[in-house]
């Protein structure tokens, strides 16, 4: 299996802020993607995080809300831009294409963010 | 379009009971994936099982089992003698051949009394 890190674990920020959340792989990957777990809901995919080109977003999610870099094959950044308590969620990173596990998506532990 | 149908919402079972969690799953490919997840309170997504559209043979680990029905596009898993420790919300999810975006259900919330 691999392993993800993802920091913050949880932060609690005030309206109108931006948080970058960073995640990384320890092996290198094929893919990476970031999700949004709001309270007591699924998950619900934000982009898929290219290597070296622009981020795939889902419909309902946008570049200028949620900016997502992918400089190398371990390491991937979601922010979340001009919070509102909307955006209030758990925000996990996963990745796909693992060495050995090709078909697995791990997950990291996910940052709780919280806005005021 | 593929879509997964977790219906129980929230299940309570006693220590040592066993408790099965159902997943009902809809897609039009031939070729797909189905996985588990477990997701204790802490929050991580903890991968349990991975099963593939052409491998029907059900699976046995320890106390946990998973039954995959093509006929009735169902992929149950059932937890034998029950633990605390097992108390999570459980994700069945789906990703179809060529399509690397995965699926989820609603997840069931399960909570096993001591």
């Known amino acids: 299996s691999a392993v993800i890190s993802q920091k913050p674990s949880r932060d609690i920020c005030q309206r109108g802020t931006s948080l970058t959340i960073q995640c990384q792989v320890d092996s290198q990957v094929t893919m990476m993607f970031w999700y949004r777990q709001q309270p007591g809901q699924s998950l619900t995919l934000i982009a898929t995080?290219?290597?070296?080109?622009?981020?795939?977003?889902e419909s309902g999610f946008v570049i200028d809300k949620f900016p997502i870099s992918r400089p190398n094959l371990t390491f991937s950044t979601l922010t979340v831009s001009n919070m509102s308590p909307e955006d209030s969620s758990i925000y996990l990173c996963?990745?796909?294409?693992?060495?050995?596990?090709?078909?697995?998506?791990?997950f990291g532990a996910g940052t709780r963010l919280s806005v005021l | 379009a593929q879509k997964v149908t977790q219906a129980q919402t929230e299940i309570s079972v006693v220590e040592k009971e066993d408790v099965t969690l159902d997943c009902v799953y809809e897609?039009?490919?031939?070729?797909?994936?189905l996985f588990w997840y477990k997701q204790p309170p802490s929050g991580e997504l903890v991968f349990l099982i991975r099963?593939?559209?052409?491998?029907?043979q059900n699976e046995i680990s320890g106390r946990y089992s998973w039954n995959f029905q093509k006929s009735t596009s169902s992929f149950n898993f059932t937890i034998t003698a029950s633990q605390v420790v097992d108390s999570a919300v459980y994700f069945c999810a789906l990703r179809t051949g060529g399509y690397q975006k995965v699926t989820f259900g609603t997840g069931t919330k399960l909570q096993v009394i001591p």
């Open positions: 995080a290219n290597q070296g080109s622009e981020a795939t977003y």
């Open positions: 099963r593939n559209s052409f491998d029907e």
């Open positions: 897609t039009r490919d031939t070729t797909y994936y």
């Open positions: 996963s990745a796909l294409g693992l060495a050995g596990s090709p078909d697995i998506q791990y």
